[in-house]
């Protein structure tokens, strides 16, 4: 008996229920807009840095995430359904076709390449055993068998920056002393983390000032040398988080 045959029997013994798949499409799920927040200091707590290190950097912005329509391998795995392999990778990713409920349980199906069936996963990620043909009019229990078992995916998410509700970002280098200054390098970057040149500008202070300002920023220096600096950021101008 040829393995297609085998194959042809087999589908038809692991045949489950033969009714109508309802599926759901799935979309891109955008949650709320979230705040985040990070600095690397604290008011009025002491702290030190060398020469060419931040003594103030701050990110202020609001994000978006995205939970997108695909879901993507945690592990390598092999998938097989009667002839029809495929080799996964950890890190390879599957679009979701779409979602439906079986046996009280929503699953995410996916399409796999090189086996004309799509396949569902639970809100975890985990395999369910569950395959449905492309038409959603057909049921099958475990017809395709995964290995290893324990096969895990996650969604795809992204996160992007909400520039619409402003955004911050810069710091404050410390580039070191001359006889009688000491030297700082102010920058300011997009919401991506690039440069803005036009946004940079040298600070330079008396050697003996024990507070220096900067905008809204004051700091106290306590040491100071050509390699360090000890110092406590007094007054920032952000609000407290």
Known sequence: MTRVIISKILLIVLFLVCACATIEPMKPIVKEPERLFHKNYKIYQSQDANVGEEIVKVKDYWVRRIIQNKMRSLNDFKLEMGQAVHSGFEGDTYDIEGM?????????????????????????????????????????????????????????????????????????????????????????????????????QNLTYPINTEIIRFRQTRIKIHEISSESIKYTVLEDGLERL
């Open 100 to 200: 439906f409920t079986h046996k009280e349980r929503k699953l995410y199906l996916i399409k796999i390449p090189e086996v004309n069936f799509i396949h569902g996963l639970t809100e975890d990620g985990e395999w369910a055993g569950i395959t449905v043909n492309p038409t959603g009019n057909t049921i099958f229990e475990s017809a395709a068998n995964l290995t290893p078992e324990d096969t895990r995916f996650e969604f795809v998410k992204e996160t992007e920056v909400d520039t619409s509700q402003g955004f911050i970002n810069y710091e404050i280098v410390f580039t070191g002393t001359t006889t009688d200054a000491m030297n700082f390098l102010y920058r300011e970057y997009t919401s991506e983390d690039l440069a803005r040149p036009a946004f940079h």
